[in-house]
């Protein structure tokens, strides 16, 4: 009975059920449509007052809580980058956006190889793999994404996986400090149309949101319109500080003194990262030697099959959001056992 009706509904798998019997509608929200008295959320504790203003006209009187502008973490800026929230601008890569190589399995390589370029530029000056999460609005993205990390840095040690790679529709009552969010499309809005999913898009970061897209797509939707009149404000080209590294002293208001390095696309981040990661290497090197250590070469990286069952459609029940899907079988359901009965009580094993 209890929810945020600003987001995501029920996902209801017949969709006789979801159509004709308007089950995907929850109680709470038939109740606020026939104007029953609610009490509703006016304050929130988790994302920076900026993060929040891209989600925050969806309701009545939100406010933040005061440890939202008291707390370090939120007045330091995120280390690497001139803003704490951007939207990036990406084009097709070899004449290709998003593409579709089964029925809404939507994929976007030239998105999927961003991110991850990104993921590994914060990894390389020092952010945590366990504060870093990649959202993307569709199955098939999530996919190739998982195929992209696994390929240039899941068994490098000095970079790995982030904390979690699924979509914004799994992802929703979780919260990371940093996403990086794809959204795939660069034909049509798609489902992101729908302004429940944007929301949970939005207000899944607390500290850094990054969002790479086809602007001139989204930046067009009436429905989108308030949140990406804000992010359309700023440059959607990647603004990156190459003299800092996690965590940074400077803050969040404060303008920086050097300028940005201004990612043009794709391609030009791709290569930044490998002559950073190689220039890591190389002073790490020279170290081990200056100390008298053995040098091992990091970690070597197999390029994999595809991770695992590929659903056929976005909402496919065995589909999951599992980050080890390593054998299509594990992904099929498994029937409930009965437990055994146990008779006697251990008095040790009593719960008081």
Not at 139 to 166: E, S, W
Not at 197 to 218: D, N, W
């Amino acid at each position: 009975m209890i929810g945020d009706h600003h987001q995501l509904p029920p996902v209801i798998k017949n969709m006789a059920f979801q159509k004709y019997s308007n089950m995907e509608q929850s109680l709470f929200t038939r109740l606020v449509r026939l104007g029953v008295p609610t009490v509703d959320l006016d304050g929130q504790g988790r994302a920076r007052s900026s993060i929040c203003d891209l989600y925050r006209w969806r309701y009545k009187h939100l406010g933040n809580l005061k440890h939202v502008e008291s707390w370090k973490e939120y007045q330091l800026a995120n280390a690497g980058f001139e803003y704490d929230f951007q939207l990036v601008d990406v084009q097709d890569f070899n004449g290709v956006g998003e593409s579709e190589p089964s029925p809404y399995f939507y994929q976007n390589l030239a998105e999927a190889e961003y991110c991850v370029a990104v993921f590994m530029f914060m990894r390389l000056i020092g952010y945590p793999a366990s504060k870093i999460t990649i959202l993307t609005t569709y199955n098939g993205q999530k996919h190739l994404i998982r195929d992209v990390i696994n390929t240039r840095c899941a068994n490098n040690p000095l970079i790995g996986k982030p904390h979690k790679v699924t979509t914004v529709d799994k992802y929703q009552g979780q919260q990371n400090d940093y996403i990086l969010l794809s959204l795939v499309r660069t034909r049509a809005v798609g489902h992101l149309r729908d302004v429940r999913r944007l929301v949970v898009a939005m207000s899944r970061a607390r500290l850094g949101l990054y969002i790479f897209a086809r602007v001139a797509l989204f930046r067009n939707c009436f429905e989108l319109a308030p949140a990406f009149e804000q992010l359309t404000a700023r440059p959607t080209k990647l603004h990156l500080f190459l003299n800092e590294v996690f965590p940074t002293q400077r803050r969040n208001d404060q303008k920086a003194s050097l300028k940005p390095m201004v990612v043009k696309d794709m391609s030009h981040m791709a290569n930044f990262v490998y002559t950073l990661y190689m220039g890591r290497v190389k002073q790490m090197k020279e170290y081990y030697e200056q100390m008298g250590h053995k040098w091992e070469k990091p970690g070597e990286v197999k390029v994999p099959e595809h991770e695992g069952f590929i659903s056929s459609h976005p909402g496919e029940d065995r589909d999951t959001d599992s980050e080890d899907e390593e054998e299509a079988g594990k992904q099929l359901p498994v029937p409930m056992e009965e437990e055994p009965i146990n008779d006697s009580i251990d008095d040790d094993n009593t719960v008081q």
